[in-house]
C-alpha cells in the first residue's frame, strides 16, 4: 500500500502500548457484565500452572483466546474471558523445595509475577473473576465436591495396588504415567499395595463415549483417544471353576466363538484370586518371586506387544463348555483391573497368548477356520489365526459362522447358567488421594465408632495447617501434625482424627470453569442463576496432553453437578481447540524443567506486545508444533513499521457510514478493484479467525496491503472506508495498534466497541478471472478472461496464447478438461 505520507508516522509502541491499557482499564473494556444481556461467548483457556513467569508457550496459548475473546466482542457478544491458577499440587511442591521455600511462599511468589506479565501484554482478560485453587475461599468448594461425591457413594477408600512415584514418594492416577514413568518428574514408576481415596468415575462410562457423539466441535482424535481410554466392549463373562475347590473362576472375553480353543488361564500377578487357589509350598514362592519381579514394570511395558513371561500354578480350570481342564498361569500382561483380573487363553486364535504357549509348550487347539474350504493346521502355523471364520472342533456349535456364533453361544451360556452377557470397560476408577503436603485436604473424619464422617458444611474449609515439615516421607506431612489430625467425631462427639492425605491438584482443576461466574461467593460454589446463562464454555484452548487426564475429569465433574441440580449442561464446552506445542531451536517442547524456555517478555521490551502477538501468530497454523525462533520477527516488524501502521497518515476526513456498501458502477476500474479485494479479504480473514488461522489472516492483510495504492483512490470516503476496515480486521491480532489507528482515523470510542466488518456479496467476485492452461497436465500458461466464460470462449483464448501455440501447433486435442473459472487441461499427442 503505497502512500506520500508513509514519515508522518512513527510507531512508537511502548507509548503505544502503556496509553491504551491504561485507557482499556478506565473504561473497564474488558470487565464481563454479572449476566449476558445479549448474545454471549465464554472464551476460556485452561488452567494455568504458576510455576514461574510465562514462556512463549504460554503465550501462544493466551493470546489465541485473547484473539478470539476480541474478535467476539466486535460481532456484538458479552464475552466472559477469565483466568485462574492451578496452584496446588506436584509441581509446585516439588519446586518449592528444590528452593528451600514453603510451597505458599513459591507458588504465591510465581502468581504475582506471572499475573503482573499477563497484565502487561494487554490481554483481555476480566481480572475481577481471577481464582486460585490454593486459596481457602476457593479449596472449601473442592472439598464440597468431594462430600458430594462420598454422600452419593461416588467417593470411597479401599486398599489396592497403586502406581507409586519414588522420587516425589506419593501416588499417581494412571493418567499421570506416561510410558511408565511419572509425567511430572520422569521417575520410573512402582506398583504398592495401599488404602486410598477414589472416585467412581466408571459409573459415568457409558455417559462419557455416548455423549461424544454430541460434541461436533471437539476434534476426532481427541474424542477417539477418549474412546480408546474408556475401552468399552461388549462380551461374554463365563465362569471357569476351579478344579480343586469348586469356586467360579469368571472370565471376560469378547471372543466367546473361541471359547473350546482355551488351554490356559492367565491370572494378573497381583489379582486376589491367586489368594484362594491353595498354592503349594514350591508353586506359592514361585508365584510370589514372580509377582516381585514384574510389579517393578510399569503397566505400558506389562500391555505392550511382543514377547510375554509367567509362571504356572501347577493348579487347573475346568471349561464349563466342554468340561475339559485348562492351566492357570500368572502372567504378566494381564492387569488387575481390568475385567476380572484373569484372562481366557486361546493360543491358536490370539498372538500374544500364541507366543505364550510356544514359550511354555502349552497346547494349542484349533477351533476357527478361515472358511469352509480352508482349514488350519497347527503344526503348520507360525502366528494366529485372529479373525472370525467357521466353528470347528466346537461341539454343537461346529459351522457356525462369526456373529452368528457369538450370539448362539451366548445364549447358550445364559440358558445354561453358566455365563452371562456384559460390557466391560479399561477406565478405572479415578485415584485421587496423595501423600503430599501442597493439596485441598480431604474433608473425611474416621471415626472408632461411625466410620468415615465427611466434615459438615459449616466446618468446611477444612484448612490447610502450616507445618514445619512439609517433605515427602512415603505418607502425608499431615499425619505427623496432631493439632490437625486429633479431633471430635461430627457424628457422636468422640474422639476421631481427620484423613491426613489431600487431593489430587486434577480435582482442583476439574470445576474451576464454574467458579468464574460467580468467584467471590461464600455461601455456595456458584449462583446458578448466574452460571448458567455463560453456560457452556463456547470455545476451549489447551494442549492434547490433557485428552485422557483433565478432558475426562471436567466431563466427569461436569455430569455429576447436573445430576445432583447444579449446573443444566451435559457438557461444560461446546467447543475445543487444541493448539501446537512451541519447541525451543532444539526442537524439544518449551518446558521449564529442560531448561528451554524463551520468555515473551524481553521480546515485548524491545519489539513491543503486538509485534511479539504478530510474530507468534504468523509462525505457523495455530494446531501446529512451532519451533520458535526470533528470525520470524523481521519481516512482520518491516511490515507494521514501514507499511501498514503508516497507513493512518493517509486519513482523509471523509464523513462515511463504515456499515454501508459502495455501488461498483460508482468506482473507478482501480477503485472497483480493491474495493472487490478488501471484501475478500474482509471474508478471508473472517472465515480464518473461526478457525484460529491467524497465520493466514495476517498474510491476507499483507496481501491487500501490497496491491493498495492510496494515490489511486479519488473517493474520499472509499480511502478512509478501506483503511477503518484494514484495522478493525487487524484489531484482534494486535489491539494496540489498531486502537491507535483507530484513534488517529477520527474514531473517539475503541475499536473493540465497533462493529466486525460484514463483507458486501456482491464485491466479491472479479468481472475478469485468471485461468490455469494446462498441456498433458503441466502448466503452460495463465490467461484473463470474463468470468464465468464457456469452456468454447476459454479453449479459444487458450489457442490464441502465443505460449500455448507452441505446445499445440501441428497436434491434435484429444480431451479437454475444464474447471470453470479455474483450470483448462488440453490432452494432446
Known amino acids: 500500500m503505497q502512500s506520500q505520507k508513509t514519515s508522518v508516522l512513527k510507531y512508537s509502541f511502548k507509548e503505544i502500548e502503556s496509553r491504551w491499557q491504561k485507557i482499556w482499564d478506565e473504561q473497564q473494556l474488558h470487565r464481563s457484565p454479572e449476566k449476558p444481556t445479549k448474545e454471549k461467548y465464554y472464551m476460556l483457556v485452561m488452567f494455568a500452572y504458576p510455576s514461574g513467569d510465562i514462556h512463549m508457550g504460554h503465550f501462544r496459548n493466551y493470546i489465541l483466546g485473547d484473539a478470539t475473546a476480541r474478535y467476539q466482542m466486535m460481532k456484538g457478544k458479552d464475552v466472559l474471558h477469565p483466568f485462574g491458577w492451578d496452584s496446588f499440587g506436584l509441581p509446585a511442591e516439588r519446586a518449592a523445595i528444590q528452593r528451600g521455600l514453603r510451597p505458599a511462599e513459591w507458588t504465591y511468589r510465581n502468581i504475582e509475577v506471572s499475573r503482573e506479565t499477563l497484565k502487561k501484554t494487554g490481554i483481555s482478560y476480566d481480572w475481577s473473576r481471577e481464582v486460585i485453587s490454593s486459596n481457602p475461599d476457593y479449596y472449601k468448594w473442592t472439598q464440597w465436591i468431594f462430600v458430594q461425591l462420598f454422600n452419593k457413594g461416588l467417593a470411597y477408600r479401599k486398599k489396592g495396588w497403586v502406581n507409586w512415584c519414588p522420587e516425589d514418594k506419593t501416588v499417581l492416577a494412571n493418567e499421570q504415567v506416561v510410558d511408565g514413568r511419572c509425567e511430572r518428574c520422569d521417575t520410573r514408576v512402582e506398583k504398592k499395595e495401599l488404602t486410598q481415596w477414589y472416585f467412581k468415575i466408571t459409573d459415568y462410562a457409558d455417559r462419557l463415549i455416548d455423549d461424544l457423539d454430541t460434541l461436533p466441535g471437539w476434534p476426532e482424535n481427541v474424542k477417539t483417544m477418549q474412546r480408546e481410554w474408556i475401552g468399552r466392549s461388549t462380551g461374554l463373562e463365563v465362569d471357569f471353576i476351579i478344579k480343586e475347590t469348586g469356586e467360579k473362576l469368571p472370565i471376560f472375553t469378547t471372543r466367546p466363538d473361541t471359547i473350546y480353543g482355551v488351554t490356559f488361564m492367565a491370572i494378573a500377578p497381583e489379582s486376589p484370586i491367586i489368594d484362594r487357589l491353595n498354592l503349594d ?67 491358536a486364535h490370539d498372538s500374544r497368548d500364541f507366543l505364550f504357549a510356544k514359550k511354555y509348550d502349552i497346547p494349542i487347539k484349533v477351533v476357527i477356520h478361515p472358511d469352509e474350504k480352508t482349514t488350519l493346521d497347527v503344526a503348520d502355523m507360525e502366528d494366529a489365526y485372529t479373525d472370525y471364520g467357521v466353528m470347528v472342533n466346537s461341539g454343537q456349535f461346529d459351522g457356525l459362522v462369526g456373529h452368528d456364533a457369538v450370539e448362539k453361544i451366548n445364549d447358550y451360556a445364559e440358558s445354561k447358567d453358566i455365563g452371562r452377557r456384559k460390557v466391560n470397560y479399561k477406565l478405572r476408577d479415578w485415584l485421587i488421594s496423595r501423600q503430599r503436603y501442597w493439596g485441598a485436604p480431604i474433608p473425611i473424619i474416621h471415626c472408632p465408632k461411625c466410620g468415615q464422617v465427611p466434615v459438615p458444611e459449616r466446618d468446611l474449609p477444612v484448612l490447610l495447617p502450616e507445618v514445619e515439615n512439609y517433605i515427602p516421607k512415603c505418607r502425608s506431612p499431615l499425619a505427623d501434625v496432631p493439632e490437625y489430625m486429633n479431633v471430635k467425631c461430627p457424628g457422636c462427639g468422640g474422639e476421631a482424627q481427620r484423613d491426613p492425605d489431600t487431593m489430587d491438584t486434577f480435582v482442583c482443576s ?116 512451532v519451533i520458535w525462533s526470533e528470525d520470524v520477527m523481521v519481516g512482520i516488524e518491516k511490515f507494521i513499521k514501514n507499511r501498514f501502521f503508516p497507513l493512518a497518515a493517509n486519513f482523509r476526513g471523509a464523513k462515511l457510514d463504515l456499515k454501508s456498501y459502495f455501488k461498483l458502477g460508482d468506482l473507478t476500474d482501480f477503485e472497483k478493484n480493491i474495493y472487490i479485494r478488501l471484501n475478500q479479504t474482509i471474508k478471508r480473514v473472517t472465515d480464518d479467525i473461526e478457525r484460529l488461522q491467524f497465520n493466514t489472516a495476517v498474510s491476507a492483510l499483507m496481501e491487500l496491503e501490497h496491491e493498495y495504492n492510496s494515490e489511486s483512490i479519488q473517493s474520499d470516503a472509499l480511502n478512509d472506508y478501506i483503511i477503518l476496515k484494514v484495522i478493525q480486521l487487524m484489531a484482534p491480532m494486535a489491539p494496540h495498534l489498531a486502537d491507535e489507528m483507530w484513534h488517529l482515523g477520527g474514531q473517539r470510542q475503541s475499536v473493540f466497541r465497533s462493529e466486525w466488518p460484514e463483507y458486501d456479496t456482491d464485491a466479491v467476485h472479479f468481472d475478469a478471472v485468471k485461468i490455469a492452461i494446462q498441456v498433458n497436465g503441466r502448466l503452460r500458461s495463465e490467461i484473463e478472461i470474463a468470468r464465468d466464460s464457456s469452456e468454447d470462449d476459454v479453449v479459444a483464448a487458450a489457442l490464441d496464447d502465443v505460449k500455448i501455440r507452441s505446445y499445440t501447433e501441428g497436434k491434435e486435442i484429444i480431451k479437454k478438461i475444464y474447471i470453470p473459472n479455474r483450470l483448462l487441461n488440453l490432452v494432446v499427442e
Open 281 to 347: 509350598d514350591e508353586h506359592r514362592k514361585k508365584v510370589e518371586d514372580y509377582k516381585k519381579e514384574v510389579l517393578l514394570r510399569s503397566e505400558i511395558e506389562r500391555a505392550a506387544v511382543g514377547e510375554k513371561d509367567g509362571v504356572f500354578t501347577g493348579k487347573y480350570a475346568i471349561n464349563p463348555f466342554n468340561g475339559e481342564e485348562v492351566q492357570l498361569w500368572v502372567a504378566d500382561y494381564v492387569l488387575a483391573g481390568y475385567g476380572t483380573g484373569a484372562v481366557m487363553a486361546v493360543p
Open 510 to 625: 476439574s470445576w474451576y470453569y464454574l467458579r468464574y461466574a460467580d468467584p467471590t461467593n461464600d455461601r455456595a460454589p456458584f449462583d446458578k442463576d448466574k452460571l448458567d446463562p455463560w453456560m457452556p464454555i463456547d470455545k476451549y484452548i489447551g494442549g492434547i496432553t490433557h485428552a485422557t487426564g483433565h478432558l475426562i475429569y471436567f466431563r466427569f465433574f461436569q455430569k455429576f453437578l447436573k445430576d445432583i441440580g447444579w449446573v443444566k449442561d451435559d457438557e461444560p464446552a461446546s467447543e475445543l481447540f487444541n493448539l501446537g506445542m512451541v519447541c525451543g531451536e532444539n526442537g524439544e517442547v518449551m518446558s521449564k524443567s529442560r531448561g528451554n524456555v524463551v520468555s515473551p517478555t524481553e521480546l515485548m521490551k524491545t519489539r513491543g506486545i503486538d509485534m511479539t502477538r504478530l510474530g507468534m501468530f504468523f509462525t505457523s497454523p495455530a494446531e501446529k508444533e
